[in-house]
């Protein structure tokens, strides 16, 4: 099993941006697919963005063109740049690492943006 830590999330109005951060404890070359979901209050967790190990990304249409999802195996830890920021943004935001065909998660990041 992955053990998975995210960092970067907080307050910041419409428009601005945040990039989180999910640090793998084994090296991410390893893991197959790795991927942001977020999680509103009353509201199913979405996937938000996913990458493979073979440079590949998807993308939820609201993340389309705002979001960027990317890989730095030096630091064994997955990015998400998130910009023009909206208020239904708002979520908590977990890390998933699929490693030997069994999920993983981090404890979740808050991000709130205001109006």
């Known amino acids: 099993q992955v053990q998975l830590v995210e960092s970067g999330g907080g307050l910041v109005q419409a428009g601005g941006s945040l990039r989180l951060a999910c640090a793998a404890s084994?090296?991410?070359?390893?893991?197959?697919?790795m991927g942001w979901y977020r999680q509103a209050p009353g509201k199913q967790r979405d996937l938000v963005a996913i990458t493979t190990s073979r440079g590949a990304t998807n993308y939820a249409d609201f993340a389309k063109g705002r979001f960027t999802i990317s890989r730095d195996y030096a630091k064994n830890t997955v990015y998400l740049q998130m910009d023009s920021l909206k208020p239904e943004d708002t979520a908590v935001y977990y890390c998933n690492a699929n490693f030997n065909n069994r999920d993983s998660w981090g404890q979740g990041t808050q991000v709130t943006v205001s109006s």
């Open positions: 084994l090296s991410i070359f390893r893991i197959n697919t």
